[in-house]
């Protein structure tokens, strides 16, 4: 026992104010102190001891006939009371309280996979949780491939996952995509890896990851620390910048700072399965501040774009692929 919870103990004892329970811990520790050799330092430090094994001699006596009548019986009550209320905790903590995540994000569909794909589509989202109870988010346009995870905990991840890793240090958590190799023990980050855009990006919520491409170890990563990596030139770029869940995508928000047009392109075509094109050379080039969120309308966010670029829109569903031009 924590001795500074047996020092509370004792100090209860010796004011009157134990109950049945804690006597029962407080007594069975000075029984013990006579089987002990080798006595710990540290019970030296309570003070008036002498006096206190008195107190404790005398108290006991009072009821001693009683206690030694029903002495096993309450042991068998108290020993079932601590494991029906250990028990009722993990069952409560693993069904029925819910996380911060779980408390942010809106009702979405929740599949369970031990192995294959699960993949989404536009406006969607799905919770993904694998065998050892890793929660993987999958943002709209995404996919998560897992394999033998019974031997090694790999997935694979094309567009944008929210992590929360299951702690197992005998065995690390590594995901794959867009050119990145993420390893962890137990941690929660984001990670977006369209490939429609040719940036991938590491975004750590919780606790710390490693970020590998296929030649070397970029970066250890701490909470609220961003990675941007460019496949094309494996050039990367480091950030500091909180993690916020309630401003992320996970809420139905997205709020674009001084994105490209590329991530422009992705976040529509996320939220209304439509991509934007355009050959004006200075559009692709130039960054943009807007916000989606699922409460704002398809023509809403067109008309911010169109203030946005100065530019006309036409509609072309050539082989169904739902196109907005730019022009």
Same mark, same amino acid.
């Given at each position: ?136 988010? %999958? &943002?709209? $346009?995404?996919?998560?491939?897992? =394999? ?5 905990? @790999?997935? +694979? *991840? ?105 991530? %422009? &392109?992705? $976040?529509?075509?996320?939220?209304? =399965? ?5 050959? @004006?050379? +200075? *559009? ?44």
């Amino acid at each position: 026992m924590d001795q500074n919870q047996l020092k509370k103990l004792i100090k209860k004892y010796r004011e009157g104010t134990a109950s049945a329970a804690e006597k029962f811990v407080v007594e069975y520790w000075y029984e013990s102190l006579g089987q002990q050799k080798d006595e710990d330092p540290e019970i030296k430090l309570i003070p008036d001891r002498e006096n206190l094994k008195q107190r404790i001699i005398g108290a006991a006596s009072e009821y001693a006939s009683k206690r030694s009548a029903n002495r096993r019986r309450f042991i068998y009550i108290a020993v079932a009371s601590i494991m029906l209320f250990l028990l009722s905790t993990v069952l409560y903590n693993q069904y029925f309280s819910t996380s911060h995540i779980d408390r942010l994000i809106k009702p979405i569909k929740i599949v369970y996979l031990d192995r294959g794909t699960i993949s989404t589509g536009t406006a969607e989202r799905t919770t993904v949780i694998l065998n050892d109870g890793t929660k993987v988010i %999958l &943002n709209a $346009n995404s996919g998560i491939t897992v =394999g033998n995870y019974d031997r090694r905990r @790999d997935v +694979k *991840l094309y567009g944008e996952a929210f992590f929360d890793v299951k702690r197992d240090p005998s065995r690390p958590f590594t995901v794959h995509g867009g050119g990145l190799h993420i390893k962890v023990l137990g941690t929660s980050f984001n990670v977006k890896a369209y490939r429609d855009i040719s940036n991938t990006s590491v975004s750590v919520c919780t606790g710390k990851v490693q970020v590998d491409n296929n030649e070397k170890n970029l970066r250890t990563l701490l909470a609220d620390e961003n990675i941007s990596y460019d496949r094309k030139s494996s050039n990367f770029k480091l950030t500091n910048a909180e993690y916020s869940l309630e401003n992320s995508w996970l809420s139905d928000h997205v709020k674009l700072d001084q994105a490209s047009f590329e991530e %422009l &392109n992705q $976040n529509f075509k996320n939220f209304y =399965g439509f991509s934007l094109h355009t050959a @004006d050379e +200075k *559009l692709l080039k130039d960054r943009y501040n807007i916000n989606f969120r699922q409460s704002k309308t398809m023509t809403a966010a067109l008309e911010e774009i169109q203030l946005l670029t100065g530019k006309k829109i036409s509609f072309n569903n050539k082989q169904e692929g739902k196109e907005i031009i730019l022009y």
